[in-house]
């Protein structure tokens, strides 16, 4: 979890710690949370950034289309106009 601020990472640490007690009864150290994270974080994390990328894309792409639009919609007649 190199790529988290640390105050990032304490927080994720604490979340897991949290989730455990609450949910499953179980109390998880501090380096057993940071290690489960860091192994969700290398299992998980390219199909996450993967799929961000195609969201991100997605939106770009219906940006570029909607501006494609608002340019075609100023465009002029030019040349004299037909009789």
Do not use: C, T, W
């Amino acid at each position: 979890m190199n790529r988290l601020k640390k105050e990032e990472r304490e927080y994720v640490i604490a979340r897991v710690q949290e989730y455990f007690e609450l949910e499953r009864g179980e109390e998880i150290g501090e380096l057993a949370a940071d290690q489960l994270v860091q192994y969700m974080v290398n299992e998980l994390g390219p199909f996450l950034y993967n799929k961000a990328i195609h969201d991100s894309r997605r939106m770009v792409e219906q940006k570029v289309m909607n501006l494609d639009e608002d340019l075609l919609s100023l465009e002029r007649p030019a040349g004299r106009p037909k009789r």
